[in-house]
């Protein structure tokens, strides 16, 4: 037995959960005088849970080890196991295991699964997961083999063919993921930030702005490679996929295999991505480059964490146009001697001759906690 697809049989996911639909509660009528319950909604992070609110009144919580999928929205197929009594949203689905097999560790490794099929083979108002879920949604896992055959369970209890998961395999392989610690020299951030030499930019002087357009999941089935494809979601950091750099070449798509920032133009508009080996942007997203001479990995990550401030500015459905981004203003350190600004007579940064501190801005990256790990 190994990791080889080969030997992983399909599986419904109603045959190893119990699956029903979670609380359908409203966060926004919810109480929080004293919270002590965690509330998931459908989003695609802190493990699913969006705040805590108090207890209600003889409704008891759900129990902690239970898993949730998030059947709709932007982050449909988002799948935790809650740690945690807690409540969930509308459009939230429940599953508690069936067996005793299923630990902690498998059930991770199952929810993975979920979410994974959930990325190409589920969407709204098509092929919906709440259709599905309780029917003839399958994932692969590994099984028992015996002198190189399929053990055949006369049960059929996880599947109707008889198949067993290999239990113990996922449990070995899940281990072998513990990484080891991260280490670091540097314990706290060295460089110290005075903001009364921070001045104005305006985005369009500072970064080259490419639109992206094509690229969809049947395209990186197709053609399959090892750059990164991005479009507008923030799960994976904004990655759907790796395809073929070739193949976007020969589209005319919008890539770069140096350091780049992509900005999502619509969904979680806003979201700026940091893609250290380049990426190529679909049609809902936008390609941000520095100049060469400014482009280190450093530069990029003080002016992710700078964009990324702006991000409200789209919310409730604004979209980011070209126009529009380019002339926002962000504020970052300046050149200076003796306290006074050094001034560009070209004002090719700024209007008023300003300069952006790039070194400052690398070094106070490389100096921060971890920093020596980038």
């Known amino acids: 037995m190994n990791h080889n697809p080969i030997y ?11 699956i029903r639909m979670g609380d359908k509660l409203d966060k926004n009528k919810m109480s929080q005088d004293n919270p002590t319950v965690n509330f ?7 493990n699913g849970v969006d705040i805590k609110v108090d207890r209600i009144e003889g409704k008891k919580p759900n129990s902690a080890g239970l898993l949730t999928v998030a059947l709709g929205g932007e982050y449909l197929g988002s799948c935790f196991i809650q740690k945690e009594p807690f409540y969930t949203a509308q459009n939230v689905a429940i599953m508690e295991p069936k067996f005793a097999e299923m630990t902690y560790l498998v059930n991770l490794f199952i929810s993975a699964l979920v979410a994974f099929e959930c990325q190409t083979k589920y969407y709204a108002f098509g092929r919906e997961l709440n259709t599905h879920i309780n029917t003839d949604f399958e994932i692969n896992l590994p099984i028992i083999y015996i002198n190189e055959q399929p053990f055949i369970d006369e049960t059929f209890q996880y599947s109707k063919f008889g198949y067993t998961p290999d239990w113990s395999y996922i449990e070995k392989y899940m281990t072998s993921l513990k990484p080891s610690p991260l280490r670091t020299s540097r314990k706290k951030t060295t460089t110290s930030i005075n903001f009364d030499s921070w001045r104005e930019f305006s985005l369009y002087k500072i970064i080259f702005l490419r639109n992206g357009k094509g690229i969809t999941a049947e395209e990186i089935e197709l053609h399959p490679g090892n750059l990164n494809a991005v479009q507008s979601g923030e799960d994976n950091n904004g990655v759907i996929g790796k395809i073929d750099i070739d193949y976007c070449a020969k589209k005319a798509y919008t890539f770069t295999t140096d350091p780049c920032l992509t900005v999502a133009r619509t969904g979680s508009a806003g979201f700026v991505s940091f893609q250290k080996s380049g990426c190529v942007v679909g049609d809902s997203a936008k390609l941000l480059q520095l100049e060469p001479d400014h482009a280190s990995v450093e530069c990029y990550l003080f002016i992710q964490a700078i964009l990324l401030m702006n991000k409200f500015k789209y919310d409730y459905g604004r979209k980011v146009t070209e126009e529009k981004y380019l ?6 350190p300046i050149l200076c001697k003796n306290n ?18 790039w070194d400052f801005m690398e070094c106070y990256i490389k100096n921060l906690p971890y920093g020596d790990k980038i």
């Open 8 to 18: 992983w049989k399909p599986f419904l996911l109603k045959d190893l959960f119990d």
């Open 340 to 357: 006074v600004p050094i001034l560009d007579s070209t004002r090719k940064y700024s209007d008023e001759g300003y300069i952006p501190d």
């Open 40 to 46: 998931v909604s459908r989003i695609s992070f802190n």
């Open 327 to 332: 002339n926002e203003t962000i504020v970052l």
